[in-house]
């Protein structure tokens, strides 16, 4: 009924009549709830809903049992002037501030022994989240092993694979989220890797990140079904959730000035019980996805659960960076990959892109951030690519800031564009390419020129992604040109 709605125009009859039976059958779900708890001996249901709904606080009669964990999420109160709700009741009975200063409580009965993760992952979150009183059973650690002996970081429980020195860049949308390309690209190809051995969940605490990945895992879905064991969400959205192993996107990076309140605040201990929801969703493996030369700059606060496993880990053994990135991960020459990854100065990456560009049909689109490295020999294979594409009819753009400078060859094609922050190619609307062209690009931070000084290039193709992407990078034509560009002349060579 719902699915046949949705075809329907709003004002049509036939709609209006699917609604009047929607709402009726709701009406009568009700009518029945309420005959139903007022009947039961016991009614299991969230606080939110005891608290708001009177059909169930008017019958409570002797006895309240609250199940939960005063270290991970309260509920999402949407309206702030409604303070009953907006305070979690292990901090309205106070039994939050016992835990804390070490003393018992008359309500709290403690939990203690957990069966899902793997004992050092428990260990790390109840060193510093619930007073080292959470406990692995014996046989736990022999499992959940199993799990962590997998590829990346072959051995390793918690890992990080570091974006440090890339050029990984992270931009606000406009609802007031957050995207990072290079690292939801990273994600996806570290799915790729593990998805075939278990389950993959991908967690951020930026909604356009999950919207981005989950676009991701739907192209992927639709080429192979086997992708249904890789999900992503936000932290919120996964909590009650579980999976094998678990990918957590932190997406913060340049060229934001300052960190989100969702991974840096230390305000109600909200970034804490964040990170400890994404942290303890996992079974055997937990890889962190960051960029720790920007965190660093930023000084997280020491209080922070994030800032402790970042300072946990030891780079020759639990972190891949630089170099390490493309030796470990790198996708083989020749080797086919649903999301290709390789360095941007390998001749295999060059090439597989520039055949793209040769293949294109109707359209390519380009954000610069920086000028076309001067590999002289890269850039004329670049050229007759984009010159020989527009002669078969293909629409091509390449969007640039007013400041960068192309060669003579590409000036046609250059639209001036007042924030271009991404190196990223789209081509026909489904190939996305990170890292290409030979973009020579730079941060600036706090005043301080920080050079890129690796290269890591990805390739995705789907069409639900592009599509995606044009959204939150406004591109909002098949010429690729928003309402406050302007076609760009006079290029010097």
Not at 231 to 241: D, I, R, Y
Not at 254 to 281: H, Q, W
Not at 378 to 388: G, N, Q, S
Request: proline fraction near 4%; charged fraction near 25%; charge should be negative.
């Amino acid at each position: 009924m719902l699915d046949k709605k949705k075809k329907l125009k709003r004002k049509s009859a036939e709609r209006q009549a699917i609604n009047k039976k929607i709402a009726s059958i709701r009406t009568k779900l009700r009518q029945e709830e309420q005959e139903l708890v007022q009947r039961a001996g016991f009614v299991a249901t969230t606080i939110s809903k005891a608290v708001v709904d009177k059909a169930i606080y008017s019958q409570t009669k002797s006895s309240f049992y609250c199940l939960g964990d005063f270290r991970q999420l309260p509920a999402i109160v949407q309206n702030p002037s409604d303070s009953v709700l907006k305070k979690d009741i292990f901090n309205y009975t106070e039994i939050s501030s016992a835990v804390e200063n070490g003393y018992g409580h008359n309500w709290l009965v403690m939990l203690d022994e957990q069966h899902r993760m793997h004992p050092e992952i428990a260990r790390f979150a109840s060193r510093f989240m619930y007073e080292g009183m959470l406990n692995s059973p014996e046989g736990l650690y022999k499992r959940m092993q199993v799990i962590a002996d997998i590829n990346p970081l072959p051995g390793n429980p918690i890992g990080m694979v570091d974006l440090s020195d890339t050029y990984s860049v992270c931009i606000k949308t406009n609802d007031g989220s957050r995207i990072n390309l290079l690292s939801a690209m990273m994600c996806m190809h570290l799915a790729e890797k593990m998805f075939t051995h278990y389950g993959v969940g991908i967690i951020t605490p930026y909604s356009a990140q999950s919207r981005l990945i989950l676009a991701m895992i739907r192209d992927l879905q639709e080429r192979n079904p086997k992708y249904s064991v890789v999900s992503s969400a936000t932290v919120h959205q996964f909590q009650g959730s579980e999976k094998p192993v678990i990918i957590y996107d932190a997406v913060d990076c340049f060229r934001m000035p300052y960190l989100g309140m969702l991974l840096g605040s230390v305000k109600d201990d909200t970034s804490n019980r964040l990170f400890n929801v994404a942290l303890t969703r996992t079974q055997g493996k937990f890889i962190l996805v960051a960029n720790r030369g920007y965190l660093r700059r930023k000084k997280l606060n020491k209080k922070l659960l994030f800032d402790k496993l970042l300072r946990s880990l030891d780079d020759e053994t639990d972190v891949l960076s630089g170099e390490q990135l493309v030796e470990e991960l790198g996708t083989y020459e020749g080797e086919e990959a649903d999301v290709f990854f390789g360095d941007r100065d390998e001749e295999d990456s060059w090439n597989r892109y520039i055949n793209d560009i040769k293949n294109s049909a109707s359209s390519i689109v380009i954000d610069l951030p920086g000028p076309i490295d001067d590999d002289d020999n890269a850039v004329r294979d670049f050229v007759e690519a984009i010159k020989d594409a527009s002669k078969r009819g293909v629409v091509t753009v390449i969007r640039i800031e007013e400041s960068i400078i192309l060669p003579q060859e590409l000036s046609e094609y250059a639209v001036i564009h007042p924030y271009i922050t991404t190196p990223f190619t789209i081509i026909d609307q489904r190939i996305i390419w990170f890292g290409e062209p030979l973009s020579a690009a730079d941060f600036i931070s706090e005043g301080e020129i920080l050079p890129t000084e690796y290269f890591p290039c990805l390739r995705f193709e789907g069409k639900h992604t592009a599509r995606i992407l044009r959204a939150f990078y406004q591109i909002t034509n098949e010429k690729g040109v928003a309402r406050n560009e302007q076609v760009a002349t006079g290029f010097d060579s």
